[in-house]
């Protein structure tokens, strides 16, 4: 079996049996995180570098490890330490990597496209690591993997995306991916924080969380993001935390089967009260964990296709 692109560049158009051949192979490596030797030689003899214009704990050191449980050769590419503050362009910089003989790129950027524009000028394998406000495909596949590790199936699910979907790439992953695998997905948040654009995926917005919370299997909660100029859209994070913050009591009142997702870094008292980031309807932790089994996955099947 293999994926129908050389890319993984979004969720974007991606087909069912890509989605469930992912997710079905990541089952297979996550097997592989809980043995004592947790390395395969999968790809053996394949060179992988992990381009991040943008900071990153979760996304890259996930990567990082899913490469070396494979076996892969890697380098780290980071803007701050490299020839970028010399000037160099991003073409430049790409095309000297690419001549040490790389056969796949892992790009992280803070502007939408660059995953795209990757294909057009390097023969590697991309895959996108976040880029900007687009895509964030490898985290829509891991929570899609927790929510199926919990719930058994995706089909038929009602998911809603809490937060700050405006400025969120997680969110449109997230849509496109469960969509595709027969879920029903909405959205909740503040009006500022909701493209109406949305509504035209097939999308429902609720302003009311506790309806929000009452009407879904699974909420999947968004950080504020206060460096992508986020805070602009509301009055005050206490305000913000009054009337969509996730708290025990919220759930407790609403839905008491409701499962939690948060793919971090977590402003807690902000979307998440304390108690309900580390309480027992979040899976915030198993999402982490799975991080490394989906991206071994997709780095296998991009690694090994002809
Ligand atoms: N979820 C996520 O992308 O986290 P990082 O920004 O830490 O990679």
């Known amino acids: 079996m293999a994926l129908s692109t050389p890319h993984l560049l979004g969720l974007n158009g991606v087909p069912k049996e890509d989605i469930q051949l992912i997710l079905d192979t ?4 996550r097997e592989v995180l ?20 943008e900071s990153s704990t979760r996304t890259r050191i996930s990567f990082e490890l899913a490469q070396k449980r494979l076996s892969a050769d890697i380098v780290n590419f980071s803007k701050g330490t490299s020839s970028v503050s010399k000037g160099e362009s991003f073409k430049d910089t790409v095309k000297n990597i690419e001549a040490m003989k ?11 496209g660059v995953p795209h524009y990757l294909t057009r000028i390097s023969n590697a394998n991309i895959i996108n690591a976040g880029d900007g406000l687009h895509e964030h495909p490898t985290q829509a596949l891991l929570d899609m993997y927790s929510i199926r ?36 997905v909405n959205v909740c948040g503040p009006a500022t924080m909701i493209p109406k654009e949305l509504e035209r995926l097939g999308v429902k917005i609720y302003n009311n969380v506790d309806k929000a919370i009452a009407e879904h299997d699974v909420i999947n909660v968004l950080r504020i993001q206060l460096e992508r100029e986020a805070g602009i ?17 919220r759930i407790e009142r609403n839905n008491k089967d409701i499962l939690i997702l948060h793919p971090g870094p977590i402003n807690r008292g902000v979307e998440l ?12 932790l198993n ?20």
Do not use: W
């Open 149 to 184: 590790e919990k719930l058994n199936s995706l089909e038929g699910l009602r998911i809603c995306i809490i937060g700050d979907i405006a400025h969120s790439r997680v969110a449109l992953s997230n849509i496109y991916g469960l969509k595709t695998m027969g879920a029903t």
């Open 233 to 249: 859209s509301i009055p005050s994070l206490r305000e913000y935390h009054n009337y969509f913050g996730i708290t025990a009591e």
């Open 102 to 112: 790389v056969d796949m790129i892992v790009v992280r950027h803070s502007s939408a």
């Open 273 to 284: 009260s304390s108690e309900v980031a580390d309480g027992p309807y979040q899976v915030i």
């Open 34 to 53: 809980d043995r004592p030797i947790k390395k395969v030689p999968t790809l053996q003899g394949k060179t992988i570098v992990n381009l991040f214009y």
């Open 26 to 29: 990541a089952t297979t490596f």
């Open 287 to 306: 999402q982490v964990t799975n991080g490394v089994a989906i991206r071994m996955a997709v780095l296998y099947l991009l690694g090994t296709a002809n």
